[in-house]
């Protein structure tokens, strides 16, 4: 099961980034061009929650109980959490910064349903999921990236 949620957790990625860009790419067309807010800029921010909250929900059992999660992994001697990349990368900075992640997305969301003007609305969930973009982008491991390295897909090695 817990390689099934690992190989779920890595494909909403990419769910999760294209939404992210086509809700950015919405919201800047409607706060550009002065468009009414509609059903289907609602829709595209409500599928941007709701796979992000179902990623965060999958990776917190990963954190947890995962094949490196916190209640299943003692430390080797002389290690700490923060001085070692390694774990300082899984244990803090992924699960927190994309924990902000998905609270902008939240808030991104939220301002479909405030009871304030649609340019508002377009403006502000532009930078909040601009910024959520660019914090989830941050906190991928990449193929290329040191230490924590994981595939585009899962399986491709
Ligand atoms: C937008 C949100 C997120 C994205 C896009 C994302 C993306 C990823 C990716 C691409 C991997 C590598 C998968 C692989 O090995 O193929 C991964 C692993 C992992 N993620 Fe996330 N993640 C997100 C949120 C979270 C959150 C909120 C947590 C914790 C609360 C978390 C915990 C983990 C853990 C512990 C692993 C490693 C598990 C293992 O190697 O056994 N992730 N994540």
Request: proline residues 6%.
């Amino acid at each position: 099961m817990e390689t099934g949620l690992l190989h779920i957790h890595s494909v909403l990625r990419w769910v999760i980034f294209f939404l992210l860009i086509v809700s950015i790419v919405k919201a800047y067309s409607g706060w550009m061009n002065k468009k009414v807010f509609g059903p289907s800029d609602r829709k595209v921010w409500l599928f941007t929650l709701i796979f992000s909250h179902l990623t965060f929900l999958v990776g917190l059992y990963l954190l947890f109980l995962g094949r490196f999660g916190v209640l299943n992994t003692t430390l080797p001697e002389g290690t700490s959490v923060m001085k070692d990349k390694f774990f300082r990368f899984w244990w803090v900075e992924h699960p927190f910064m994309m924990l902000i992640a998905i609270l902008l997305v939240t808030l991104g969301y939220g301002m479909a349903k405030k009871p304030v003007p649609d340019s508002t609305k377009f403006k502000k969930a532009f930078w909040f999921f601009l910024i959520a973009f660019i914090l989830v982008i941050a906190a991928i491991p990449w193929p290329f990236r040191d230490v924590v390295a994981r595939p585009w897909f899962p399986g491709l090695h």
